[in-house]
């Protein structure tokens, strides 16, 4: 048995004998119980239980992976009364010495209770009781919860099990929700005529249809969206205290009619020595009569509506002489135009627009009814410039693809840089990461020559961006046509890196043009697309490595290691549901997709030139890459209890290098491994497929094709430390080709045998302002052993035979920062 084998037979007893060495309700009294679970039997489909668990109060103490109770384990390691004893003595010694430092003039010192107390209150948790009242007061609850949503003859009991030598109890909630009711019809009592018209128009998009089964939330939600829609048309004062509703339940055959109430407005009219007076009014709409802008309101600075300037399509900048941007930029962002109905959604709009300049701390939109003028307002735009220039160094620990290293930036940023919200972003950045690289043995000499020894890769470099706060498109196609998007920028790049690694040093250079914009309703979409992308990778290897690359006689690795022109388009989409609907489930979905020399290919035929070896075309002196891109990030989150949660993702993508080169760049292909995906692997040492590089190789961990999932379990232990244990699968893998080998192509009939397994745990730390994350991964299925031995539980009898050592179990101890996803 291997050394590796005994260790962890050793941890996995010592850990058995804590658990069973911990009473759970030894520290009880003999009349408490402890609260064992909650458990729901709900007697039809009517209702979810995830609908209805989050109502049960108390929750019972929580658990690792739902069995383990960590928390009140160490809780009960301490005796209460035995820590505040000893804290006691301490209080007392601290007592006496502060006596003396007073004497002396010194300030106190500040007691701080001993270990054990801060550990027991700080990390344990107090075990949850069973309580009848609380039991209780959670069916009425489930009971008022069923009738808010259509189930007015549900019912709702408790049934306790009582484990009374265990001093455990466990608590059953019976649901039976019974038939809902459906609404048999919508009907409207509008008491002012005369919005008759804009409430019919309003009620198109209704959350209340017939057929449909009665929900509060369905009459909360109208509610709101009526309001809203009334605010839009420019009924100013209009809000949800005006609409009610009436219920009649007693149709019959479990249906109800809802009627939809618009009250009038009504003022309280006060007399001396009399009853007030209430007099019923109308609603009104209101048009915006002026809209005043001040780009430098200050709390400490009179407004100044005497320095005023008034532009071409009406509105009216205040303090012109303090005007620090030009006033376009302002105004664009401004859709609340004078003569307009007043409408909520171009308030709000106008808030978003304003914000996404970058350039003020401040921001708020009020409105004043005009004195003495019937249904009319004056908007107020205020704004509060930020520092216009800014410039910081920061340092940062960096995880990039699973390689770890430490980098500096020195950053520079001008927010007006031309007067119009231009936002000119300047960046030094060097760093250091050490990389998996493929240097032999008898090499290693040259790692020395960078001078580090932890980290074997030098870098840095410069990136530039000049950030323009709309989408500067062709005037063909501007004005109405653009639809009303959140946050639109276009943005042009400028980046130079240098790379000094041990086996090839790498100069980057890429110049880019990007149109961003967002849009937010049922969930948040976020849209980036460069229509043009040129990229320059130059690699010099060194001797050793260009040697390596010969001796294999490879085109498809020659071809991967070689300069590139890349020149393309990419566009990438972000979707999210956590923002917009604040779920404790939510989503985040990421799909890119990318081109790149198609056009280039098509120029040069369509002017006639000849290929080089009539194989290829070259800019320059350099081949020019060509393939068609795409890829799929797919994120689930699930809330299980208040401190814990499953991620679930599912990760795919596809390139298809054609045409002008056989190989997708470097830079551009897929990898696995590393502290990201494949936790058990360290970074590129994994795939394609189940192929096994030559000994000292490495270098063709790369792929054309990728999918992988990964579920991860989170559990915090205390507000610092966070318990993970996961189990990632996948894999990449190469189209057919030259020179490619045959294990490492992707096949239908065996691309599943192939995918690897790693499963571990980990510990997180979060400091607030970042998370450090220590996963260790074991090697559960490894695709690179013989069929019949992939499995760790399996025998390697054939493996262990031409190895120059016996199998043992593989891990990998990933250090990481911020989650993996």
């Known amino acids: 048995m291997s050394h590796n084998s005994i260790l962890y037979i050793f941890i996995i007893a010592v850990f058995t004998v804590f658990l069973s060495s911990c009473d759970t309700t030894r520290r009880l009294a003999d009349d408490e119980y402890l609260l064992k679970s909650n458990d729901i039997d709900i007697k039809n489909r009517g209702v979810r239980e995830s609908e209805i668990s989050g109502l049960i109060r108390p929750r019972t103490n929580k658990k690792i992976v739902g069995l383990i109770p960590f928390n009140l384990f160490i809780w009960n390691l301490y005796d209460s009364d035995k820590l505040e004893k000893r804290n006691e003595k301490k209080r007392a010694k601290l007592d006496r010495k502060n006596e003396k430092r007073r004497e002396k003039g010194r300030s106190e010192k500040e007691f701080k209770p001993v270990l054990g107390y801060r550990i027991k209150n700080n990390v344990g948790e107090a075990p949850v009781l069973l309580d009848s009242n609380l039991a209780q007061s959670t069916a009425q609850n489930m009971q008022r919860y069923l009738k808010n949503n259509g189930f007015f003859n549900g019912e709702v ?78 009924y100013y004062y209009f809000n949800q205290n005006f609409i009610t509703y009436e219920v009649d339940s007693n149709l019959g055959n479990r249906r109800v009619h809802v009627k939809q109430i618009i009250n009038n407005p009504v003022e309280r009219e006060r007399r001396r020595g009399r009853e007030d007076t209430l007099i019923v009014q109308q609603h009104e709409k209101y048009t915006i009569q002026n809209v005043y802008i001040d780009p430098y309101y200050s709390t400490e600075l009179e407004t100044n509506f005497d320095d005023t300037l008034m532009t071409d399509d009406g509105y009216i900048i205040v303090n012109k002489r303090r005007l620090l941007f030009n006033h376009g930029v302002i105004t664009r962002a401004v859709f609340i135009k004078p003569g307009d109905r007043y409408s909520q959604s171009n308030r709000e709009y106008t808030h978003n627009r304003l914000s996404a300049l970058n350039n003020f701390r401040f921001i708020n939109i009020r409105f004043e009814e005009v ?39 020195l950053n520079y940023t001008n927010r007006n ?85 041990p086996d090839f040093t790498r100069n980057f250079l890429n110049a880019s043009i990007s149109y961003s914009w967002s849009k937010v309703d049922e969930v948040s979409t976020d849209f980036t697309i460069h229509p043009m992308s040129v990229s320059l990778i130059g690699i010099d290897k060194r001797p050793f490595f260009e040697r390596r690359l010969e001796e294999l006689n490879n085109r498809f690795l020659t071809n991967t290691f070689s300069n590139h022109f890349i020149l393309g388009t990419k566009f990438n989409v972000t979707r999210s549901n956590q923002l917009t609907r604040r779920r404790t489930n939510h989503y985040l979905n990421r799909f890119s997709v990318e081109t790149a020399g ?64 056989n190989v997708l760049p470097f830079d551009k292909s897929f990898f696995v491994g590393g502290a990201n995906d494949i936790r058990a692997w360290q970074a590129r040492t994994l795939g394609p497929g189940s192929s096994v590089p030559e000994a000292g190789s490495g270098l063709n961990r790369v792929g054309d094709i990728l999918l992988e999932a990964n579920v991860e379990y989170r559990a915090k232990l205390t507000n610092m430390f966070e318990l993970a244990l996961f189990t990632d699968v996948g894999n990449i893998w190469l189209f057919d080709g030259p020179d490619v080998d045959p294990d490492a192509v992707f096949a239908f009939d065996r691309f599943i045998n192939e995918f690897a397994i790693g499963s571990g745990f980990g510990l997180r730390f979060d400091f607030t302002f970042v998370l450090i994350r220590l996963d260790l991964g074991f090697q559960i299925r490894d695709p690179t052993l013989p069929n019949g031995e992939r499995w760790v539980f399996q025998s390697k009898d054939t493996y262990n035979q031409t190895a120059t050592q016996d199998y043992s179990l593989r891990q990998t101890l990933n250090f990481g920062i911020g989650y993996p996803f």
Not at 169 to 183: D, S
């Open 157 to 234: 009991s408790f049934e306790v099990d009582f484990h009374k030598r265990k001093q455990k109890a466990e608590v059953t909630y019976v649901v039976n929700p019974k038939q809902p009711y459906t609404i048999e019809r919508v009907s409207y009592d509008i008491k002012d005529t005369a919005i008759i018209k804009d409430v019919r128009a309003a009620i198109q998009g209704t959350l209340l249809r017939g057929g449909e089964n009665f929900r509060i939330t369905d009459v909360d939600k109208e509610r709101g969206r009526l309001t809203k829609a009334m605010r839009d048309m420019g």
């Open 371 to 409: 004195t003495g003028d019937s249904a009319m307002l004056n908007c107020y735009i205020n704004l509060t410039p930020v520092v216009k220039l800014a410039a910081g160094a920061e340092l940062e620990g960096t995880n990039t693809g699973g390689n770890l290293g430490l980098s500096g930036n």
């Open 417 to 501: 840089t031309f007067g119009s919200a231009e936002i000119l972003n300047i960046r030094l950045r060097g760093g250091l990461e050490a990389q998996q690289t493929n240097v032999p043995d008898q090499e290693i000499q040259d790692r020395s020559t960078l001078g580090v020894s932890l980290f074997n890769t030098i870098e840095y470099g410069i990136e530039s961006s000049l950030t323009v706060p709309t989408l500067v498109l062709p005037s063909k196609v501007k004005g109405d046509r653009i639809p009303r998007y959140n946050r639109p920028t276009t943005s042009v790049n400028l980046a130079f890196n240098h790379q000094n690694r």
């Open 598 to 661: 198609n056009g280039l290919s098509a120029a040069y035929r369509l002017a006639g030139a000849e290929k080089v070896e009539d194989e290829y075309y070259k800019v320059g002196n350099i081949r020019f890459a060509q393939f068609v891109k795409a890829s799929n990030d797919l994120r689930l989150y699930r809330k299980l209890t208040d401190g814990s949660n499953m991620v679930y993702r599912l990760y795919t993508g596809v390139g298809v290098p054609f045409g002008n080169l």
